[in-house]
């Protein structure tokens, strides 16, 4: 069964940085493109920023010049990397494939951004 392992949240003051794992089952990991969505307060899950296989990457533009996306395929692991951080950033972060294979969203890592 995939499972999905996300890590790295915490509370930050504006402008800090954060930097998210996330753990992918190797069954998918060398096949799919990797994604990093969130969801904040009241609000859609958002795509955040993916990469592929060969190590393309696209962002939000919410994102854009903040986050950075990586991946490691030797450890099935997926990461990004946030600076600059701001209050609208806060939300609870999830990584995925791109399109979304999962159906079983992994528990997330909240990220809240505050003074």
């Known amino acids: 069964q995939v499972q999905l392992v996300e890590s790295g949240g915490g509370l930050v003051q504006p402008g800090g940085s954060l930097r998210l794992s996330c753990a992918a089952s190797g069954s998918i990991f060398s096949r799919y493109t990797m994604a990093w969505y969130r969801q904040g307060p009241e609000k859609w899950r958002e795509l955040v920023a993916h990469?592929?296989?060969?190590?393309?990457?696209n962002y939000a533009d919410s994102v854009k010049g903040r986050f950075t996306i990586s991946r490691d395929n030797a450890n099935n692991t997926v990461y990004l990397q946030m600076n600059s951080l701001k209050p609208e950033d806060t939300a609870v972060y999830y990584c995925?494939?791109?399109?979304?294979?999962?159906?079983?969203w992994g528990q997330g890592t909240q990220v809240t951004v505050s003074s």
């Open positions: 995925n494939t791109k399109p979304v294979i999962v159906a079983r």
């Open positions: 990469i592929t296989i060969a190590g393309n990457t």
